[in-house]
């Protein structure tokens, strides 16, 4: 992905506000780089991605929103300076939200030394001090939502030279268990928040209204020792999609076992607790572990 391109910027916001959808906005501004600007990208000899260029497009993005009052979301955010920007705008009560993805969460640019080109991706995976101003974003309600940014690549894609390979991990599969590992179970939310941030709030800002089943959901105490959970839905059920989630589930990340065609991910081996069981997609179950 990439930034829209300045000549035409002001079109697409005169149509987004026309229209009143929010205005989707990659972060990325740049037109080399590998991996993150810094120590690590010296090390291995690559271009280097400086977080400058994602502020670039974050500031200058708020400066359009506070000029047309057009709802602008920022997609897979990385970055301290950008995540404050952010923060001061929706102080000021600028229309603005913004997402991340679990590799930002969980990773920093170091990582690269030990997992290769499963972790090469745009926006590259930032400092540790990045990393944890991402983690203190979600603390402070900063981040609106958390998003795969999934991107399956062939092995053979993702075996040759390091700057040469494409960009992208998938994470769709375990992106459940490695958000409630770094997040949840590290104190920074709970689950009642993560399960907004990956669900509740994607689905508001999509324009899909919510219902009371996310939050019938995370009512763990009252259904933690049935076998079986019956749900009554009169309005409108089949536009009802669900995920159950096993949220006590011990396992470990399994590449191999991906019901996608893919493998690029890092996260291959981690010990994770929190899994999905089921989809239910309106009167069918698309899929089911139970």
Known sequence: ??????????????????????????CEHHDTGAV????????????????????AIVQRDIDASRETGVHVHFQHVSTAAAFEAIR???????????????????????DVLKYGS??????????????????????????DMIATDHAPHTA???????AST????????????????VLVD??????????ELMAVNPMQLMSRRPTDIAALLNVSSRCANKRTLRLSITEHPENVDLVLINMRENWAVDANSFHSKARNTPFDGWQLTGRPVATIIGSEIAFSRM
């Open 1 to 26: 992905g990439a930034a829209v391109p300045e000549p035409i910027l002001r079109d697409v916001l005169a149509m987004a506000k026309q229209t009143g959808l929010p205005f989707v906005e990659h």
């Open 36 to 55: 993150n600007e810094g120590p690590i990208a010296k090390m291995l000899g690559v271009g280097g991605i400086p977080a400058s260029t994602e502020l």
């Open 88 to 110: 001061k705008a929706k102080k000021e009560g600028l229309p603005i939200t913004c997402e991340t993805a679990p590799h930002y969460l969980a990773l920093c640019d170091e």
């Open 118 to 143: 499963m972790t090469k991706m745009n926006p590259p995976l930032r400092s540790k001090a990045d990393r944890q101003a991402t983690l203190a974003a979600i603390a402070d309600g900063t981040i």
């Open 156 to 162: 053979e894609e993702k075996s040759g030279d390091f």
């Open 166 to 181: 494409p960009n992208g991990i998938i994470g769709l599969e375990c992106a459940y268990g490695v958000c409630r590992k």
């Open 186 to 195: 590290a104190g920074y939310t709970d689950d009642k928040h993560l399960i």
